[in-house]
T-cell receptor
């Protein structure tokens, strides 16, 4: 089966750094993705990891450890507009390469 | 704008009815995915197509069906609608089965 776990909610302060964790158990693995979703809007792609290590993209970084089934998204210099849900998604690999999403972490950025 | 187009944006219909949601993927994308997102819920994977062929099924009800046409657009058909089918339905597309997927703006379905 497939299981992707993220904290339900987090709160952080404007200008600070926040780390959102994701753990996964899937029957196969072919990459991990992070998306941002504002309420009622479409998810937008943030980052992609397929090899172990850190990928940096501006204020956002994502880390992957395949042996531990673990990833995190790091958001630096938080802005109010970063208040949103952050979705961790895993491609299962194999013939189907399903893209399965976790339930998301709702981040509230406070002044 | 992701380049993925979904129509209609909003749909209100009665229980027992049937509706069709349409998705046009980004130019060049061969994979299309459908997801359902109920209020305060995560994205539930429904079904995936690649170049016209069904590749994976998720938690899709028997009352729901989909297809991808030769021009690569896709349709999701929902029949015998129930109140619980009210949700945002998202379509996403990707170049192939390994790259990131880009989402359309969704169709908000309300069943009354």
């Amino acid at each position: 089966g497939q299981n992707i776990d993220q904290p339900t909610e987090m709160t952080a302060t404007e200008g600070a750094i926040v780390q959102i964790n994701c753990t996964y158990q899937t029957s196969g693995f072919n990459g991990l993705f992070w998306y941002q979703q504002h309420a009622g809007e479409a998810p937008t792609f943030l980052s992609y990891n397929v090899l172990d290590g850190l990928e940096e993209k501006g204020r956002f970084s994502s880390f992957l450890s395949r042996s531990k089934g673990y990833s995190y998204l790091l958001l630096k210099e938080l802005q109010m507009k970063d208040s949103a849900s952050y979705l961790c998604a895993v491609r299962s690999g194999g013939a189907t390469n399903k893209l399965i999403f976790g339930t998301g972490t709702l981040l509230a950025v406070q002044p | 704008d992701s380049g993925v187009t979904q129509t209609p944006k909003h749909l209100i219909t009665a229980t027992g009815q049937r509706v069709t949601l349409r998705c046009s993927p980004r130019s060049g994308d061969l994979s299309v995915y459908w997801y359902q997102q109920s209020l305060d819920q995560g994205l539930q994977f429904l079904i995936q197509y690649y170049n016209g062929e069904e590749r994976a099924k998720g938690n899709i009800l028997e009352r729901f069906s989909a297809q991808q046409f030769p021009d690569l657009h896709s349709e999701l058909n929902l029949s015998s609608l129930e109140l619980g089918d009210s949700a945002l339905y998202f379509c996403a597309s990707s170049v192939d089965q390994g790259t990131e997927a880009f989402f359309g703006q969704g169709t908000r379905l309300t069943v009354v």
